[in-house]
C-alpha cells in the first residue's frame, strides 16, 4: 500500500558526494520516522541515518559529520546527502519507512548502488 523508490545512487571517486532521494507514494499516512539503511556483500545490513516526522535526525557514529538527512513532507521524500565518501561507504542503500499500522512490517524500497573508488 506503500511504494518507496530510492534515487541518486552511482559510482563516485573518494572524497566526492552523492544525493540520494526516496519518494512514497500510496497510504502515505501510514508513514511516519523514515530512513536509510545500507548492506554490503557479507555483512548486516545497518542504519545509516533515520529521521522522524517532525524532522528529528539520527546518524549511525560512522557517518556523523559526513552525512545529513532531510524531509520533506510536503513532497513524500526523504534524502540523504553523503560528503566525504569513503570506500567503506560501499554498499547497497535501501529506504526504510515506519509502518504506523503493522510495526514489524516496515516499508522498504528496492535500493540503490553506491560505488565508492579510492
Known amino acids: 500500500q506503500v511504494q518507496l523508490v530510492e534515487s541518486g545512487g552511482g559510482l563516485v571517486q573518494a572524497g566526492g558526494s552523492l544525493r540520494l532521494s526516496c519518494a512514497a507514494s500510496?497510504?502515505?499516512?501510514?508513514?511516519?520516522?523514515m530512513g536509510w539503511y545500507r548492506q554490503a556483500p557479507g555483512k548486516q545490513r545497518e542504519l545509516v541515518a533515520s529521521?522522524?516526522?517532525?524532522?528529528?535526525?539520527n546518524y549511525a557514529d560512522s557517518v556523523k559529520g559526513r552525512f545529513t538527512i532531510s524531509r520533506d513532507n510536503a513532497k513524500n521524500t526523504v534524502y540523504l546527502q553523503m560528503n566525504s565518501l569513503k570506500p567503506e561507504d560501499t554498499a547497497v542503500y535501501y529506504c526504510?519507512?515506519?509502518?504506523?499500522?503493522?510495526?514489524?512490517?516496515?516499508?522498504w524500497g528496492q535500493g540503490t548502488q553506491v560505488t565508492v573508488s579510492s
Open positions: 526504510n519507512a515506519d509502518n504506523i499500522y503493522a510495526p514489524k512490517a516496515d516499508f
Open positions: 500510496g497510504r502515505i499516512f501510514s508513514i511516519n520516522t
Open positions: 529521521i522522524t516526522l517532525s524532522g528529528r535526525p
